[in-house]
C-alpha cells in the first residue's frame, strides 16, 4: 500500500468519524508487513486511543483476520488470544476496529485500527476510510 492510499484511507475515515458525531478518534493504517503508514489523533482523544488503534490494526495483520473475527475467537478461545498477544508483542485488542485493507484481488495491503467511540462505530469509520480508497475491508 502506498502512502497516498493510506492518507486517504485515514482521512476518509476522520471525516466519517466527524460526520457521524463521534467521540474523538485515533487512527492508525499500517502496511502488509506491519510497518506504520500514517496515524492521526483528532483534538481530545484520550491518552492511549493511539495505542490501542494502533494494537487493533496490528492484531489483525498479525493473525490474518479482522479484529472482529478476533473478538469471536477470543470468546471461544481465550489463551489463543492471551498467547499470540504475548507472541506479537502484546499489540492485539481483539475488538472491532481493526480492519484488513484488500486490493480487489484479495490482496492483504494493510491494516487499519480506529478507536475512540464504541467499537462498532470504530470499526463503521475503518471501513468508510477503505471504501474511500476504494478497496476492499475485511473485519471479520
Do not use: C, H
Not at 468519524?17 to 492508525?28: L, T
Not at 479482522?66 to 471461544?76: D, H, I, N, T, V
Not at 507472541?87 to 492483504?108: C, E, M, N, R, Y
Request: aromatic share 4%; glycine share 14%.
Amino acid at each position: 500500500m502506498d502512502l497516498s492510499a493510506a492518507k486517504t484511507i485515514l482521512e476518509a475515515a476522520l471525516a466519517y468519524a466527524s460526520e457521524q458525531g463521534f467521540k474523538p478518534m485515533a487512527v492508525g493504517v499500517i502496511d502488509a508487513r506491519g510497518a506504520l503508514k500514517t496515524f492521526a489523533a483528532q483534538d481530545g482523544t484520550s491518552l492511549k486511543r493511539g495505542e490501542i488503534a494502533l494494537a487493533k490494526a496490528n492484531g489483525a495483520v498479525a493473525l490474518g483476520m479482522g479484529s472482529r473475527a478476533l473478538m469471536k475467537r477470543a470468546e471461544q478461545q481465550a489463551y489463543f488470544i492471551a498467547a499470540a498477544t504475548s507472541a506479537i508483542g502484546g499489540s492485539l485488542v481483539p475488538v472491532p476496529g481493526g480492519v484488513l485493507i484488500k486490493d480487489a484481488a484479495g490482496v492483504l495491503l494493510g491494516a487499519i485500527g480506529v478507536s475512540g467511540d464504541t467499537s462498532d462505530n470504530d470499526e463503521a469509520a475503518a471501513i468508510a476510510g477503505i471504501k474511500a480508497a476504494g478497496l476492499i475491508a475485511e473485519a471479520g
